[in-house]
């Protein structure tokens, strides 16, 4: 759009809304009409005539400087609307005093001939005005500004009348020689009365107003108009006879008790007024007595016709008169419906068999005596089902957010859609909002606008039929990124936000492809770059929760909703928050099915959660062996990250039947935790004989040194578990039997110490302290010292410390990787 048509959309949504428009209430006309592609068209044309909305451009410019820059008049301008009730006033008198004048002046006195002259003024003035007045387009029903538009509208429509109006036909009564010709001219004025008509529509729709009130109102108005007309015409037929014959009319020759009316005109104008109406109001009410009526031919001839015309006046008074009291019988209410629904269907053509089902459905209703206010209502969900796919389907089937979606995730979107009219200017959403409604465009044009915080706009898409809005913010749970604001009258169909996630719920393979639609169409439809984040971690989201129902199906066996998923396009290899698979929770409950089912996919079968177990070691833990022989068949394998340590944690609690387990699963008997010990290590030490014996019977080896230097036997010595201290010197002659070149000092050489050693006294200061160095820790402290002084460059050394100040006498009584210091005789 245009920098001008921006400032003006600017201005137009800044301005206030009148009091009046708050209880306005909009209507559309009914039209009946076959085809059902110009039902858009025909509901645009009947807008252009009573339709109050989109009233965003109320200027605040004064109503003449308006007209003095050149500048349109906006209908809804507070300076026009104000004159509109002041040539309404105008209207009124001149509908009914050209009546009067007619019959009952031949000439106006110079009184009621200035105050004529100012009431033509007045609408001459209201012509000058209709030149500068926008109106909107019948077809966009957008608002037109263009003079020469506006202009050339206003000469094809009523300017010739109006002009007509303005005329003084009373002066060129008198300046063509009082010609009855000319007065006949004064009946264009009556076109006036259209403003008061328009008026009491104005007030039907005002809510503030009782509708009872205003109906009645307008009636008697009806009555009254038509009354002083008819006497105004009754007084003119006894006035244009020639003055010999007015005593055989009807005024002339009426004679009311001792009073005679042979000489009318000398009497008061009120009086003969009166009379005039007395006689109208009869004759419409036909209740007379017989003592005024028709005398001459022309009088009857004019009263038959009024009373036809009165016959239909009545019908028409009562008639509304008896629906506002009534308000209609159930036959009556039946008889509308219907002719609404027929109006629907001729509309949309819908096929012979659907009206059959239709019309069949609301005789039942009728014959139960069941209602609802709405058209379709009363249609079965089945019916009005089918109604939806043969109206929206085609507009669905093109969106681009559904691209590749199913055929039965998009006919229920079709069935659950609500159809909306929206006038140009209308701002459907707001930028920052929470948005409930995601929308689809059938007819119009919409744009999308991005306001900064100055204020300022700028159009960042154009949306058009088959586009949507209001998916990012439902999909992705943020506020609406942008304002859409509809520039032409609009067509759209509504889908409400939990409509939308149920159905979401159950196709969830069509939710991962909407929201793939949404992130490829968002640099294209949008070019708002930060949503990519936000619609990527919306997918991780929707792809963690999917996760989380596969595992919950495959925790709990439910091995049919395990297929349904994974066959509509769940990843069985997606993990939950813990890192666990589908497999992983199978193989812990011992499900042989799910098992299996899952294998035949592309599974990971080795792979590790979050705290490294695979699917074979979850069947391990839980002693589900049928499924742990299955997975090894499949080739599965422990994969057991620090498995000593693990081994060794196993071993302490006891479980003879978990190691059992372990081992015969290929877990290697001789892994060390972090102490360098084995399993058997523990196991010596708690004095678990059963457990050591299983170890050995592995293959543990029972000369493994821990970082302290001590092997399983020295373990069990310690513990004094008799027992298990034979079960071990039997292992151990058993192995060296199988492995004599097993020495000592070659297990020595393959399992040394180490330590630290510092050249200060431990309780040194720190300012005083040096770096220190490491060595291999040798057979005796001498050799120690020795290695360490000529390593640090230290005379004098003479012995050991440990980290207490203590004195070291023997290599065995350092541990592996312990801090030494080194000290002198005088230290």
Sequence with gaps: MGDIGRSRRARNENAPMTNEEEYQIDEFREGTISSRGSRFNLIANELGLVAARARKNLSRQSLFDGIKGGLPIHPDNRWYRAWTKFILIWALYSSFFTPLEFGFFRGLPENLFILDIAGQLAFLLDIILHFFLAYRDAQTYRMVH??????????????????????????????????????????????????????????EKDIRINYLFTRIIKLIFVELYCTHTAACIFYYLATTLPPEKEGYTWIGSLKLGDYSYSNFREIDLWKRYTTSMYFAIVTMATVGYGDIHAVNLREMIFIMIYVSFDMILGAYLIGNMTALIVKGSKTEKFRDKMADVIKYMNRNRLDRELRNQIKGHLR?????????????????????????????????ENVPLFKECSSEFINQIVIRLHEEFFLPGE?????????????????????????????????????????SFGEISILCNIPQPYTVRVCELCRLLRLDKQSFSNILEIYFYDGRKILNNLLEGKESNLGVKQLESDISFHIGRQEAELALRVNSAAYNGDLYQLKSLIRAGADPNKTDYDGRSPLHLAASKGYE?????????????????????????????????????????????????????????????????????LLSNGVDPNSRDYDHRTPLHVAASEGLYLMAKLLIEAGAGVFTKDRWGNTPLDEARMCGNKNLIKLLEDAKSTQLSEFPYCSKEIKDKMHPKKCTVFPFHPWDAKEQRRPGIVLWIPHTVEALVTTAAEQLDFAGASCILSEEGGKILDVDLIDDGQKLYLIGETQ
């Design 593 to 661: 099915d799910i098992t299996s089912f899952l294998i035949q996919h592309p599974v990971d079968i080795n792979i590790k959660d979050n705290f490294g177990n695979t699917p074979l070691l979850e069947a391990i833990k839980n002693g589900q062996d049928t499924v742990a022989a299955l997975l090894v068949k499949e080739g599965a394998s422990l994969n057991i990250d620090n498995a000593g340590s693990f081994l060794c944690t196993a071993v302490s609690k006891g479980d003879s039947d978990f190691l059992k387990r």
């Design 427 to 467: 701002v459907i959403m707001e930028q920052g909002n929470v948005v409930d409604q995601l929308y689809f465009v059938c007819h119009g044009v919409l744009e999308g606008v991005t306001i900064g915080e100055d204020g300022s706009e700028e159009s960042v898409l154009l949306l058009q039929p088959n586009s």
């Design 364 to 396: 039942l209703q009728y014959e139960s005596r069941y209602t609802e206010a709405s058209v379709l209502q009363d249609i079965p969900i089945s019916i009005r089902a089918k109604i939806s796919q043969s109206l929206y389907m085609r507009y669905i």
């Design 146 to 203: 263009k003079p020469t538009s506006i202009a050339i509208r206003y000469l094809k429509s009523s300017f010739l009348i109006d002009l007509l109006g303005c005329m003084p036909w009373d002066l060129i009564y008198k300046a063509c020689g009082r010609k009855e010709e000319v007065r006949y001219l004064l009946w264009i004025r009556l076109y006036r009365v259209h403003k008061v008509t328009d008026f009491f529509r104005y007030m």
